[in-house]
């Protein structure tokens, strides 16, 4: 089962995203913060994370950088969300989408992203 970690200090959007990755089959953890997000990632890391950009204690960017700098962990696809009208230039995300995310836009979002990733390991 495709596993998905979800990040957002807002706990109604969190629990929106669960809602809609758990109906369409993912194994879904959440977060409220980059790094509860990034220390559970010790014991299993998921096929894909979608953050937030502004969280307190750790930012979304802030847990895409760390990922992309942990080894084993760079490949994981990233999804950044924020309500800012455009993305940060700093960071390696694999996409972005505005608040507020529509259920089908965040769906088709992770699956272009996760075919992506198994084209890659397949070449």
Same mark, same amino acid.
């Given at each position: ?36 997000? +990034?220390? /559970?990632?010790?014991? !299993? #890391?998921?096929?894909? *994370?979608?953050? %937030? ?26 999804? +950044?969300? /924020?309500?800012?009208? !455009? #993305?940060?230039?700093? *960071?390696?995300? %694999? ?29």
């Amino acid at each position: 089962m495709t596993s998905v970690l979800l990040v957002d200090d807002d706990v109604e959007a969190l629990a929106a995203w669960r809602a809609v990755c758990e109906a369409d089959g993912y194994d879904v953890r959440s977060a409220t913060n980059g790094r509860d997000a +990034l220390a /559970s990632f010790a014991g !299993s #890391p998921v096929d894909i *994370v979608v953050a %937030d950009w502004r969280m307190p204690i750790m930012s979304g960017s802030e847990l895409c950088h760390q990922l992309r700098t942990a080894p084993g962990l760079a490949d994981v696809a990233f999804v +950044l969300v /924020s309500g800012e009208p !455009s #993305p940060p230039a700093f *960071v390696s995300y %694999d996409a972005f989408l505005r608040k507020p995310v529509e259920g089908a836009e965040l769906l088709t979002t992770m699956r272009r992203l996760l075919m992506d990733k198994v084209g890659h390991r397949s070449r």
